[in-house]
């Protein structure tokens, strides 16, 4: 194996100038670059990544851990982190997690043994504190925290109003003339989903409609329990007019039931969801969503992360007494054909020809 040493000799150039090339700490001279780049491919080097992020107590490596990254909100998050990491140089390592708090805590051991300069964490649900992700912070790791926030914890992240944005999209049923309206909310253990919860819970109340337990389903952010509570609500005996899903998946898996129930959406029961999905206006009909900015949280999370790593660095901020940044983002709702009026009664289907 070719060594840097013999890289220097043969771009006849110091092992501090082939140094500072491989880091990018030093500009160097075109010529010399051109000798030491004919080098390395005539030698076939590679750089010990590994030796060179301890000496610079850099790796130019971010992890990102996420729930799973077959949730297309989740493949967006992924995107706009890489993008942003990408522009200064760092690559990024992305892990799932499947929403296991044990596998969060063994690739966050993993992540901080490989030496990566910070972490983007969309936390899995947990019960109480979350001791692990404090504990990375505290030994000076930044990290940012995506979509979720853990409970107890002060750490830098960007969000939603999740509240403000379940309000709104409840308030649009009301608008519609629903009042029977139910919800299918992710793990309750997640803020994110309790505040969703908290948001459709404000707007009915605010709408005069009292709750009922019956029509409040806990599922967890995936198909399978929107289909199952999507079925289970459908059968009751005073059936919602109107579902609210508390994600984009489990939106999915509620249009299933409603179909397998043999009603129409929205003639019969109408549909409104957390999350905007790439398919939503290829389904029928096209659903009602709440639009989050998922590329630009990625993005966003990375630039803080990055920034939080360069103040750290230099000695100028990021340590762990400083306060966290908290960014939250704008949701829009974008109404479609899953809600359409309920107070101009059943929709006729066309004719046909």
């Not at 002060?154 to 009042?179: F, I, M, P, Y």
Request: proline fraction near 5%; charge should be positive.
């Amino acid at each position: 194996m070719s060594t840097i040493k013999e890289v220097a000799r043969r771009a006849r150039v110091s092992v501090g100038t082939v140094s500072h090339f491989l880091t990018g700490v030093a500009v160097v001279s075109p010529k010399r670059r051109d000798r030491i780049l004919a080098a390395i491919r005539g030698l076939n080097y590679h750089p010990n990544d590994i030796a060179r992020s301890l000496k610079l107590s850099r790796s130019h490596m971010l992890g990102m851990v996420i729930a799973d990254i077959t949730n297309p909100f989740f493949s967006l998050l992924v995107r706009g982190a890489e993008d942003a990491a990408v522009k200064q140089n760092y690559l990024l390592l992305t892990f799932n997690t499947d929403d296991r708090l044990e596998r969060e805590m063994q690739v966050l051991s993993v992540l901080r043994k490989r030496r990566v300069d910070g972490i983007l964490l969309v936390v899995a649900p947990a019960r109480g504190k979350t001791s692990h992700v404090e504990e990375l912070i505290s030994l000076g790791t930044p990290v940012v925290c995506l979509d979720r926030l853990p409970r107890g914890i002060r750490v830098d992240s960007v969000t939603v109003d999740n509240v403000k944005a379940g309000r709104g999209c409840v308030d649009h049923l009301l608008e519609r003339g629903h009042r029977r309206i139910a919800i299918i909310t992710g793990s309750l253990l997640l803020q994110t989903a309790r505040d969703r919860l908290q948001g459709y819970k404000d707007a009915l109340r605010h709408g005069g409609i009292a709750l009922d337990p019956r029509l409040i389903c806990e599922g967890d952010f995936r198909i399978e329990s929107g289909y199952q509570l999507g079925q289970m609500l459908l059968a009751l005996p005073d059936r919602p007019t109107a579902l609210f899903v508390s994600n984009g998946l489990m939106s999915i898996g509620a249009l299933k039931a409603i179909s397998q129930s043999g009603l129409r959406c929205p003639q019969d029961i109408a549909l409104a969801a957390f999350d905007d999905l790439f398919l939503s206006e290829v389904i029928q009909p096209s659903l009602t969503s709440v639009v989050q900015p998922a590329y630009e949280i990625g993005y966003r999370g990375a630039e803080m992360l990055m920034a939080r790593i360069e103040a750290q660095k230099n000695g100028s901020g990021g340590a762990v007494s400083s306060r966290p940044e908290r960014l939250r983002l704008v949701t829009e709702l974008k109404i479609q054909e899953s809600t359409a009026s309920h107070l101009a009664g059943p929709v006729s289907p066309p004719l046909s020809d």
